[in-house]
């Protein structure tokens, strides 16, 4: 059976756990296009919607105004297969992900494409989109005036399978508590947790005016294998730290092809770019 929901509006709803608008989990199928999520909160996670267990097609949403304590501001997907495409998140916010969080165990069937994440804000890391042990490929979307704390203003991969984002721009975003990481864009392996993610690739990305209090205004990378960058540009960010654009440690391989970094300014080493203990 495969279940609908489209041309719909869920507003102003509240859950003493998940799912403050919309609860869905284990569902074998689910469409949902041209949804509306506005001003929902969730006490746990999942403020607009949390999704667990089901293979779900989702297009057209627009997602405003989202709330929840832990996370996904907006959207929270946890064991599911998913597609994302043409969806836009704002003002939402979390612990963990306010515009939207991908958990351990989820699979993206495809690149998430045609995102507008804007002014959404997280508490600790993730402030347009957080995602856990997971592959995530981006395209064509953007990220713009978001905020987190701890790292990743704009997108924070933690234990990223594979990272790939095409076509994409970072604006405005900013990682704004103390030691902040990644205004832009952070991306962290643990040691020994799990084997090194298979590659970050970063094609035809635009980084702009985005900030960190730590290092890294426009990225910051941690413990990864092979990083490649090509056609991208990076301009007028900063950091209170160390490169104001790009801080990458312990990492086996960076290259970047046709990119350029400019006006860009540290408070510590780097203006530009940080490399420490790239192998």
Avoid at 80 to 92: G, I, P
Avoid at 259 to 277: D, E, L, M, P
Wanted: proline share 1%; glycine share 18%.
């Amino acid at each position: 059976v495969r279940l609908g929901l489209s041309n719909s509006h869920v507003s102003g709803n509240s859950a003493g756990s998940r799912g403050g608008g919309l609860y869905v989990a284990f569902c074998k199928s689910m469409a949902l296009v041209a949804v509306e999520l506005r001003s929902n909160f969730a006490f746990e996670s999942g403020g607009g919607m949390w999704i667990s267990g089901t293979e779900v097609e989702m297009e057209r949403l627009d997602v405003h105004s989202c709330r929840s304590s832990l996370l996904g501001g907006g959207i929270g997907i946890e064991a599911s297969v998913f597609s994302l495409r043409n969806a836009s998140f704002e003002q939402c916010t979390s612990d963990l992900g306010g515009g939207l969080y991908v958990d351990a165990g989820s699979t993206a069937s495809g690149a998430l494409t045609l995102l507008a994440l804007t002014s959404n804000s997280a508490s600790s890391w993730g402030g347009g989109l957080l995602s856990q042990m997971t592959a995530l490929a981006l395209a064509n979307s953007t990220f713009t005036g978001n905020n987190a704390r701890s790292g990743g203003g704009g997108v924070a991969a933690f234990e990223p399978r594979a990272l790939t984002m095409t076509g994409c721009a970072l604006i405005g975003n900013v990682a704004s508590g103390d030691g902040g990481l990644g205004g832009g864009l952070m991306a962290l392996h643990t040691p020994g947790l799990l084997p090194l993610p298979e590659m970050v690739r970063l094609e035809e990305v635009t980084w702009k005016s985005n900030g960190a209090a730590g290092s890294g205004g426009d990225v910051a990378l941690g413990n990864l294998g092979t990083v490649e960058v090509s056609r991208s540009s990076a301009h007028g960010s900063g950091a209170v730290g160390n490169a104001g654009s790009w801080y990458v440690h312990q990492t086996q391989r960076v290259t970047l092809v046709s990119s350029t970094i400019s006006g860009a300014g540290a408070g510590g080493v780097g203006g530009g770019r940080h490399c420490a203990r790239v192998l």
